[in-house]
Nanobody
Framework: QVQVAESGGGLVQAGGSLRLSCTTS????????MAWFRQAPGTEREFVAA??????YYADSVKGRFTISRDNAKNTVSLQMNSLKPEDTATYYC???????????WGQGTQVTVSS
């Protein structure tokens, strides 16, 4: 069974930085695609960033401010978030794919709050 666990959320002032981490276990293959999504109250969950192999992908809203990276030896993916804005406030979820290529496995989420 694949397990996903996030850490690193918190409260930060606008313009500040936070780093989220996600650790997975139980994959039957190495280097699975991993991604971050977020959901603010009253909104739908939205894509933030993903890393497929060594290639990163970003939502336009975070491009240039967020950086996704991975450490395959540790089965971790990180999201460095700089120049945070109040609109980045949300619960951030880490997800990883199953054998079908869909995001089948999700963490519990970690709260990020950016104060103005």
């Amino acid at each position: 069974q694949v397990q996903v666990a996030e850490s690193g959320g918190g409260l930060v002032q606008a313009g500040g930085s936070l780093r989220l981490s996600c650790t997975t276990s139980g994959h039957t293959f190495s280097g699975p695609t991993m991604a971050w999504f977020r959901q603010a109250p009253g909104t739908e969950r939205e894509f933030v960033a993903a890393i497929r192999g060594s290639s990163p992908y970003y939502a336009d809203s975070v491009k240039g401010r967020f950086t996704i990276s991975r450490d395959n030896a540790k089965n971790t993916v990180s999201l460095q978030m700089n120049s945070l804005k109040p609109e980045d406030t949300a619960t951030y979820y880490c997800a990883t794919v199953g054998s079908s290529g869909d995001y089948d496995y999700w963490g519990q989420g970690t709260q990020v709050t950016v104060s103005s």
